[in-house]
């Protein structure tokens, strides 16, 4: 789609989105979106120049429209029957993608060629890049992005978003390794290359300490890029005492000269951590 085209269809969502009726033209428009998101054509957000990420609030807009123009229906895939507004992806061979039964991805969701999909979950409007695998029991949320090469263990959860508008999605960055039921959730960023010990919960309010020098340094929302963090906790002082409250540690670095694949298992163990 020529960006002329783009623009005006943009324009389109962002009209509709405030409107009260909602005709066949205007179903049609949604589903242009939603077809543009499941090609990859479109994402919900992408990498800007700057190393920075512009979140496409239209796109947002136009999956939450999907839910208004589209009627629930019953879709059966072999010995399976669900009931829906939102189809499943299909052909999956044709997008180069394997994909583990009973794993389920969304229409509107984009798989890249390489990703496998062990028996997991892949919501609308997430983009899932080449490379990854998205392991037993992973969910990837609405909107959320995840780059090249990463590996989501068994478990790890996702978090997802639709709104409020100006909400980020959860951004996993190239080559990074999640360990078995991590989550990452409300706009997180997660750095390339990074690990993340088995176990470790980050949400925009959980503190994100670096313990490698002298004095700790807090960081909340990003996970920078090769970072090896582990679950820990921090103390805070409240009316009725001291508590332990959740935090996650950065402990090391991952090594240039590890290689990638060997490094997700091999950097953790360095600091007897397990993933």
Request: net charge negative; with cysteine.
């Amino acid at each position: 789609m020529s960006t002329t085209d783009l623009a005006a269809l943009q324009a389109r969502i962002d009209t509709l989105f405030d409107a009260t009726d909602l005709d066949d033209a205007a179903a049609a428009d949604v589903e242009r979106v939603l077809d543009l998101l499941d090609t990859g054509e479109l994402r919900v957000a992408e990498p800007t120049a700057d190393g920075g990420w512009q979140v496409n609030q239209w796109a947002k807009k136009a999956i939450l429209l999907s839910f208004k123009t589209r009627q629930m229906e019953t879709t059966e895939v072999g010995p399976f029957e669900y009931h829906d507004k939102m189809p499943l992806k299909r052909d999956y061979a044709s997008l180069g993608v394997r994909v583990v039964p009973p794993a389920t991805a969304r229409h509107g969701s984009y798989l890249a060629p390489g990703v496998v999909m062990m028996p997991s979950y892949v919501n609308v409007g997430a983009y899932v890049d080449s490379g990854t695998m998205v392991d037993t029991w992973a969910t990837v949320g609405s909107c959320a992005q995840i780059g090249k090469d990463v590996h989501l263990s068994g478990g790890v959860g996702i978090g997802g978003v639709l709104e409020p508008m100006q909400a980020s999605p959860v951004i996993i960055e190239d080559g990074a390794f999640l360990g078995s039921r991590c989550i990452v959730v409300e706009g997180v960023k997660v750095g390339k290359e990074a690990v993340l010990g088995a176990n470790v919960v980050i949400t925009a309010s959980t503190a994100i300490v670096d313990v490698r020098g002298a004095e700790p340094v807090e960081l909340r929302g990003e996970v920078p890029p090769r970072a090896v963090v582990v679950p820990g906790t921090r103390k805070k002082q409240f009316p009725a005492g001291e508590f332990d409250l959740p935090a996650a540690l950065i402990i090391g670095e991952r090594k240039e000269s590890t290689d990638r694949k060997t490094s997700l298992t091999s950097v953790l163990r360095e600091h007897n951590v397990s993933v």
